[in-house]
């Protein structure tokens, strides 16, 4: 397949803005349409105010609000324009995909690319097939994705939070159950994750953690644990709750935390530096890890194993 030379991306919000430097940084033309007056500039990138008829591009990334009305006015837009010309790709995180796809003309040409944020850090991009979605279109958003040098994590079915959300909002469900009940405090989650459960995802994943401690004992474990967690099969009332009350977090000086007086912007950007230097040094760690596999390195295997035992399961 040639590679991808020209892509729009429609919206120019945060996600938006960071699915156009990524796929810019890997040369290809990138046509950001955002409605609003915004200050983003990016070498590579193209800033306009509406779709322009011509030209076409192969791909079209639809980063706009989450909201179904009005992405799918911007799908009516791509196929007045372009026609089934261009792959058509939703980053919606929630919107169910096979319902945004009802209305297309071209609905062959449909499917989603989930980006994480900050979209242009993290390596990998969930590619989501709809119902309709033709192989074609599916080979050309993977290629993309390759292109920019990111992983394509490819779903063959369209359910609802794709894969990563889901198994983030399973995390957060409990979380929110044990904050409730009072069991732990926000700081005491949050520590936990960072210390303990993060780096241990981070070396050995879910399951082959689990392999690798044994899966008789971890059977046991579910069955005592299973039944006790929180099952309510509804959002968690003490999540909307603080919503209603207009406790969003740093965007209102308070959410799980005190946020108020702090500088938002400059802990985004801290955050964001943190996470880049992390990933790098996985990355690192991968490369490592790949080459004494291949007997190539086997002193710098020994420096990045990490004991394999298992007291929390
Ligand atoms: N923020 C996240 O963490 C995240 C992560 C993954 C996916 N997403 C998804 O990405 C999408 C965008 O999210 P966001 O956080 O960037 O939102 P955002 O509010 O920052 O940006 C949306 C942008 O779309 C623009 N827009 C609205 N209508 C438009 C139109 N008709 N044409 C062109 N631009 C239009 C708005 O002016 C705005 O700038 C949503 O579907 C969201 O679910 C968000």
Request: charged share 20%.
């Amino acid at each position: 397949m040639p590679p991808c030379s020209s892509l729009m991306v429609v919206g120019g919000g945060v996600m938006g803005q960071g699915i156009a430097r990524l796929f810019s940084g890997a040369g290809i033309a990138v046509t950001l349409v955002e409605p609003r007056e915004i200050t983003f500039s990016h070498p590579g990138v193209t800033v306009v105010r509406q779709m322009p008829a011509a030209p076409v591009p192969e791909l079209v990334i639809e980063a706009v609000f989450e909201d179904r009305d009005v992405k799918q006015a911007v799908y009516a837009d791509v196929e007045r324009l372009y026609e089934g010309r261009p792959v058509l790709a939703t980053n919606t995180s929630g919107l169910p995909l096979d319902e945004l796809a009802a209305p297309l003309r071209y609905p062959e040409r449909f499917l989603a690319m989930h980006f994480f944020m900050p979209a242009d850090v993290f390596p990998m991009i969930e590619v989501v097939r709809g119902a309709r979605t033709e192989e074609a279109a599916v080979t050309a958003a993977v290629a993309a994705v390759e292109q920019a040098g990111r992983e394509p994590i490819l779903l063959q079915r369209a359910v609802n939070g794709y894969l990563i959300n889901r198994l983030q909002h399973a995390i957060l469900h409990e979380a929110y159950h044990l904050l409730a009940d009072g069991i732990a405090t926000a700081e005491m989650i949050d520590s936990v994750a960072t210390r303990l459960l993060g780096p241990r995802l981070c070396v050995t994943g879910l399951l082959k953690q689990k392999d690798m401690a044994g899966l008789g004992m971890h059977a046991q474990a579910q069955r005592s644990i299973v039944p006790t967690l929180s099952h309510t099969g509804i959002p968690s009332p003490f999540l909307q709750d603080m919503v209603a009350r207009g406790d969003v977090g740093v965007r209102s000086g308070k959410g799980f935390y005190q946020w108020s007086g702090q500088d938002a912007a400059d802990m985004q950007r801290r955050a964001n530096a943190r996470l880049q230097r992390l990933l790098a040094f996985l990355e690192r760690e991968a490369q490592a890890d790949a080459a004494s596999d291949a007997g190539n390195d086997p002193g710098k295997y020994a420096a990045s194993t990490v004991p394999g035992g298992d007291s929390a399961r």
